[in-house]
Antibody
Framework: EVQLLDSGGGLVQPGGSLRLSCAAS????????MSWVRQAPGKGLEWVSA????????YYADSVKGRFTISRDYPRNTLYLQMNGLRAEDTALYYC????????????WGRGTLVTVSS | EIVLTQSPATLSLSPGERVTLSCRAS??????LAWYQQKPGQAPRLLIY???NRATGIPARFSGSGSGTDFTLTVSSLEPEDFAVYYC?????????FGGGTRVEIK
């Protein structure tokens, strides 16, 4: 079955760190660019970060640049998001998403993992 | 940053009705726009990409059109499962951005 399984969310204090993971299965992970998209409670969608199929190119929203790092592990078919310096406004459901080949649109989504930043 | 403005924020309609949703970009984005559907408690689902191409498995009652700054998503006849929130998203440049969403609710 083609799927993405995101995990790693939780409750963290302001200034803390978390690493999110996204395990891909059912497709050739190395052929797809990947991304993270978040959704604050009751709010709309916000793109966070993306990484090319080769892993060479990475992209970030201004709101997370310098604090978050996206990476991928090909043998493990896993996407990561290292989040440092977390703020209350980072509280959201974080979705892992696959990018449609040749288009920077999201054609497969995980179920999301909740990150709560609070003291 | 390209701002996508969706209108209206909410639509109240009945099953079987035709609905047209709007997404306006703050600058021209050619046809580099997608539409997603999100139901409560679920991840978004890609409906339309590059303005008018239906994604795999999407019913023919969903159609998209537009170019430049003005785009529309049309559902020809609403089914009960179509009541949801709809988002547009561009891929013209970085950062990728989404519109604020339009909620289609049952009247």
């Amino acid at each position: 079955e083609v799927q993405l399984l995101d995990s790693g969310g939780g409750l963290v204090q302001p200034g803390g760190s978390l690493r999110l993971s996204c395990a891909a299965s059912g497709f050739t992970f190395s052929k797809y660019a990947m991304s993270w998209v978040r959704q604050a409670p009751g709010k709309g969608l916000e793109w966070v970060s993306a990484i090319s199929d080769t892993g060479v190119d990475t992209y970030y929203a201004d709101s997370v640049k310098g604090r978050f790092t996206i990476s991928r592990d090909y043998p493990r078919n896993t996407l990561y998001l290292q989040m440092n310096g977390l703020r209350a406004e980072d509280t959201a459901l974080y979705y892992c998403a696959r990018i449609l080949v040749n288009y920077w649109f999201f054609d497969l989504w995980g179920r999301g993992t909740l990150v709560t930043v609070s003291s | 940053e390209i701002v996508l403005t969706q209108s209206p924020a909410t639509l109240s309609l009945s099953p079987g009705e035709r609905v047209t949703l709007s997404c306006r970009a703050s600058q021209s984005i050619s046809t580099y726009l997608a539409w997603y559907q999100q139901k409560p408690g679920q991840a978004p689902r890609l409906l339309i990409y590059d303005a008018s191409n239906r994604a795999t498995g999407i019913p023919a009652r969903f159609s998209g059109s537009g170019s430049g700054t003005d785009f529309t998503l049309t559902v020809s006849s609403l089914e009960p499962e179509d009541f949801a929130v709809y988002y547009c998203q561009h891929r013209y440049n970085w950062p990728l951005t989404f519109g604020g969403g339009t909620r289609v609710e049952i009247k």
